[in-house]
C-alpha cells in the first residue's frame, strides 16, 4: 500500500539526521498509522500485528503521496528547520552554532514547529496547543470523548468495556483533511497529539481489560511525552490566567476523562507546571556559554561575573522546578499510577510485545518497536547533563539514556546536541572549576568571583541529584511497590535505570568537591556546599542498600 520504508519515513521528519534509533517525529505518524485503523490486534508468535484491512480506512492518515507532501512541507519550509536562519525573529544563537534559541516565540506563526526552544516558554511549545481539531475531525474528537475509562459525564467509556477497538474501525479515511492543514503546523501537531492517544489506546486496550482483571500484563505503546501525553496536552480554563495550576486542564486523557483532579490529570499537569518553569533555564544556560565565547579578549573578572550571573539564572529555574516536582505525592496518588499507566507503555523492551509490533504493509512486514510516553523524553535534566558535562558510567544504562535523547521534538533534541557540543568546545567545566592554571585567579576578586562559579556549580549539581533522588523516590512509591512488572513505560528496567544516572551525578559531585578542596582552607566553599555534600554521602549509601535490596528480590543484575 505505499506506506514506505522506516528509513525513508525517517527522512521525512523534519530534517533531522536520521539515526539508527531515530524517533519519528508526528510527521511519521502521518505516514503509517494507516495500518492501525482497519485491524486490530492480533498476537502472533509473541507479536503484535495491527492488522490492516481492504480497502483501507485509516485511523492515521495514510502515507503515500500525500502524507509524504505533508511532511515534506515539514522539511522545505525554511522556517521549519531550527538551523535556517529566520529574519524575522529576535533570537540568539548556541556559541558556534547556527542554533537559534527564541525570545519572541511569535505564538501565531503557524508556518514555525510548534515545538522551539525559547528562553521565554523553554520546552514548552512556542503557543498554547490547540485545544479542539477543525470540523472536519469530528469523528475523531467524539471518539476521543467517548475512548476514556470513565467519561467526563461519569459513565463508563468505550476502554471500560474493550470496544475502542470496533469504533476506531469504523473511522473514515481523512487523510484528504489533513492534507488541508499541511501548512499549518501546530495544527499537524494537534492531530498527531490525537491519533497518537487513540492508537495507544487502540494497541493497549485488551492490555487493560486484562488488568482490570488482575491478570498479569505487559504492555506496549508510541506516543511521546512532548508531542502528545504531555506538553501538548493542557489548555488553560480561563486564558487570562495563563498557566497557573489551577487553570490547566486536559486536553485528552486515558482515565477519567478530563476530570482535573484525577491522578491521570495531576501527573500530566506537574509537568507542565514543572516546564513551564524551563524558560529561565534555557536562558541561563545560554548566558553561561555566552559568556566564555571570547576567552582571550575579555577581561576576566567580567567574564567570570557573567558566567557566574547565566549559572545563578539555571539554578533558580531548577530550584523552582524541583520545588514544584515535589507537588506529585498530593496532585496524583501512588496507588494510582499503575492504571492509567497501561495507556503510555512503549512498545520496546516490553514483555507482551517482545518482538515490537508489525505495522502490516509497512517495513517490509517486519516489527518496529518504539519507547512509551515517559517523563526520560522531558528536555530539562538532559539540558542539565549536557551543560555540566556530567559524566555517565559506560554501562548498558547509559546507552538507553542516550537513546531516550531520541525521543523528543526535532529542535528539541538538536538544541541539546549543540549544547553538549558547545559546552565541550568551550571548556565550560573546565572555566567553572578553574582548576587549570589558565584560568588561574590573580586578584581577590577574581578569587572570590572562582570559588563562587564552584558553589554554583555543585549548586547546580545538587538540583539534578535532588531531581533525581526524587524521581527514584516517586520509582518505588509508584511503581515498585505497587507492581512486580519490571520494566518502566520507557522500557528501562525499573530497578537500576534510575540509580545508574543518580549515583553518577553523586560520584561527580564527591569528585569535583574533592578536586577543587571544597571542604576547607582558601579553597574552602562554605556551610551550604558542606551541608550538601554530607547529605550525598548519606544518600549514596541509602541508595546502593535500597537498589541491592531490590536487585536481589527480584533476581535482577545491578549493571542491567
Ligand atoms: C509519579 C511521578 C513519576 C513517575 C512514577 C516517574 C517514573 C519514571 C520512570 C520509571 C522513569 C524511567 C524511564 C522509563 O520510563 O523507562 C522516569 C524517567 C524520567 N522521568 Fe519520570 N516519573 C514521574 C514524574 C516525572 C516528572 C514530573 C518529570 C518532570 C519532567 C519526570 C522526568 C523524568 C526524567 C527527566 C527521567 C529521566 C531520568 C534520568 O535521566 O535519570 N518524571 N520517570
Known amino acids: 500500500m505505499g506506506v514506505g520504508t522506516l528509513e525513508e519515513r525517517r527522512q521525512l521528519d523534519k530534517g533531522v539526521p536520521s539515526g539508527p534509533r531515530h524517533q519519528p517525529d508526528f510527521a511519521y505518524l502521518g505516514v503509517d498509522e494507516a495500518g492501525i485503523s482497519s485491524g486490530h490486534r492480533v498476537y502472533q508468535q509473541n507479536m503484535a500485528v495491527m492488522k490492516r484491512r481492504e480497502p483501507s480506512p485509516h485511523l492515521f492518515p495514510q502515507n503515500t503521496v500525500s502524507s509524504a507532501k505533508a511532511a515534506n512541507c515539514l522539511l522545505e519550509s525554511p522556517s521549519s528547520h531550527s538551523t535556517h536562519f529566520n529574519p524575522y525573529l529576535v533570537n540568539m544563537f548556541i556559541p558556534n552554532t547556527s542554533f537559534e534559541v527564541l525570545d519572541d516565540t511569535r505564538p501565531t506563526d503557524v508556518s514555525l514547529p510548534a515545538f522551539m526552544v525559547s528562553t521565554t516558554r523553554g520546552f514548552l511549545p512556542r503557543a498554547d496547543p490547540i485545544v479542539a481539531l477543525p470540523p472536519e475531525f469530528d469523528p475523531i474528537e467524539d471518539l476521543l470523548r467517548r475512548m476514556p475509562v470513565s467519561t467526563q459525564s461519569g459513565h463508563p467509556g468505550l476502554l471500560a468495556v474493550g470496544q475502542l477497538g470496533d469504533e476506531v474501525q469504523k473511522l473514515a479515511d481523512l487523510t484528504e483533511e489533513v492534507e488541508k492543514y499541511h501548512d499549518n503546523i501546530p495544527m499537524m501537531n494537534a492531530l498527531y497529539r490525537d491519533y497518537s492517544f487513540l492508537a495507544s489506546a487502540y494497541l493497549l486496550e485488551p492490555c487493560h481489560m486484562r488488568f482490570m482483571k488482575g491478570e498479569p500484563t505487559g504492555f506496549k505503546p508510541f506516543m511521546e511525552y512532548a508531542g502528545s501525553y504531555a506538553l501538548f496536552n493542557y489548555r488553560l480554563q480561563d486564558p487570562d490566567r495563563g498557566l497557573e495550576y489551577d487553570n490547566l486542564r486536559l486536553i485528552r486523557a486515558f482515565e477519567h476523562g478530563l476530570d482535573p483532579s484525577s491522578s491521570e490529570a495531576g501527573f500530566v499537569l506537574v509537568h507542565v507546571d514543572m516546564v513551564k518553569n524551563s524558560g529561565p533555564i534555557v536562558a541561563g544556560a545560554m548566558s553561561a556559554l555566552s559568556a566564555l565565547v571570547d576567552q582571550n579578549g575579555t577581561d576576566l573578572t567580567a567574564q567570570r561575573k557573567a558566567f557566574n550571573k547565566g549559572l545563578q539564572t539555571v539554578l533558580g529555574g531548577m530550584q523552582k522546578v524541583n520545588a514544584v516536582m515535589e507537588t506529585m ?147 518505588r512509591e509508584y511503581i515498585l511497590k505497587q507492581t512486580s ?75 542491567n
Open 329 to 475: 505525592w498530593g496532585k496524583s496518588k501512588p496507588r494510582s499510577y499503575t492504571s492509567f499507566r497501561t495507556f503510555i507503555f512503549g512498545i520496546t523492551s516490553q514483555s507482551m510485545f517482545p518482538e515490537g509490533v508489525v505495522y502490516e504493509g509497512i517495513n517490509e512486514g517486519k516489527p518496529m518497536s518504539f519507547r512509551g510516553e515517559s517523563g526520560a523524553n522531558d528536555s530539562m535534566i538532559p539540558l542539565m547533563d549536557n551543560l555540566l558535562q556530567i559524566q555517565m558510567p559506560s554501562t548498558p544504562l547509559t546507552e538507553i539514556l542516550q537513546d531516550f535523547r531520541e525521543y523528543r521534538p526535532s529542535n528539541h533534541r538538536q538544541f541539546l546536541v549543540e549544547v553538549k557540543q558547545c559546552s565541550e568546545e568551550l571548556g565550560v567545566k573546565d572555566f567553572a572549576l578553574g582548576v587549570d592554571p589558565h584560568f588561574a585567579a590573580t586578584t581577590n576578586e577574581q578569587h572570590e568571583q572562582l570559588l563562587e562559579s564552584r558553589r554554583l556549580w555543585v549548586k547546580l549539581l545538587n538540583e539534578v541529584r535532588d531531581f533525581r533522588w526524587r524521581h527514584w523516590c516517586f520509582a
Open 485 to 559: 512488572h519490571p520494566t518502566a513505560t520507557g522500557g528501562s528496567p525499573i530497578v537500576t535505570w534510575l540509580p545508574n544516572q543518580l549515583q553518577a551525578v553523586m560520584e561527580e559531585m564527591v569528585e569535583i568537591y574533592g578536586s577543587v578542596g571544597g571542604q576547607l582552607g582558601p579553597t574552602d566553599l562554605g556551610d551550604e556546599c558542606r551541608d550538601i555534600m554530607d547529605l550525598v554521602s548519606r544518600q549514596r549509601d541509602k541508595l546502593r542498600k535500597e537498589v541491592d535490596k531490590y536487585c536481589q528480590e527480584r533476581g535482577v543484575s545491578i549493571r
